[in-house]
C-alpha cells in the first residue's frame, strides 16, 4: 500500500512542474496582426528618419488573413503567401523574392500575443488596437 502511495505522490509532483501549454486553438490567427518594432517609441522612430522625402520603416509585421492566407511587410513591399499551423510553429510560405530567398518564414508560437521569428530570433508582439504604438 505504501509503495502504491509513494507512486501515485511521485506522479502528482512530477506533473507540478509540467509546463502548461498556452498554444491557441489551430485556427485563431485568422485576422490577427503581429508586429516586430524597429524603435522602442514613434519619437526614436520620427527622430531616426533622414531629412529627405524617403522615410524608413518603424516596423514589421504580419497580417494572417482568412483562408490560411497571410500578408508580411518586412521591408516596405507587402508579401502574400499561405500559412499553416503545425504544432507550436507557423509556417509562411511565399514565392520567392528577395526578402525571402527560400520562400519561407518560420514563426515559433510562443504564447496567445507573442511569436517568435526562427531564422533570426526576433520576437514579434500581437497588435493591440490601431496603432503599433500601443
Same mark, same amino acid.
Given at each position: ?61 504580419? /497580417? ?11 521591408? !516596405? ?24 530567398? !527560400? ?17 533570426? /530570433? ?7 488596437? /490601431?496603432?503599433?504604438? !500601443?
Amino acid at each position: 500500500m505504501k509503495v502504491k502511495l509513494l507512486f501515485i505522490c511521485s506522479i502528482f509532483f512530477m506533473a507540478s512542474f509540467c509546463e502548461r501549454n498556452e498554444l491557441p486553438k489551430k485556427n485563431s490567427f485568422e485576422n490577427e496582426t503581429f508586429i516586430f518594432l524597429y524603435f522602442k517609441t514613434e519619437k526614436e522612430c520620427l527622430d531616426a528618419q533622414p531629412s529627405s522625402d524617403f522615410f524608413i520603416n518603424c516596423h514589421s509585421e504580419i /497580417n494572417f488573413l482568412e483562408e490560411s492566407v497571410a500578408e508580411i511587410i518586412l521591408t !516596405d513591399i507587402i508579401w502574400r503567401g499561405e500559412y499553416k499551423v503545425e504544432k507550436k510553429n507557423i509556417i509562411v510560405t511565399f514565392e520567392d523574392n528577395y526578402e525571402v530567398a !527560400d520562400g519561407t518564414i518560420v514563426f515559433q508560437i510562443m504564447n496567445k500575443s507573442k511569436l517568435k521569428r526562427l531564422d533570426d /530570433n526576433t520576437v514579434w508582439n500581437k497588435m493591440v488596437g /490601431n496603432s503599433i504604438w !500601443d
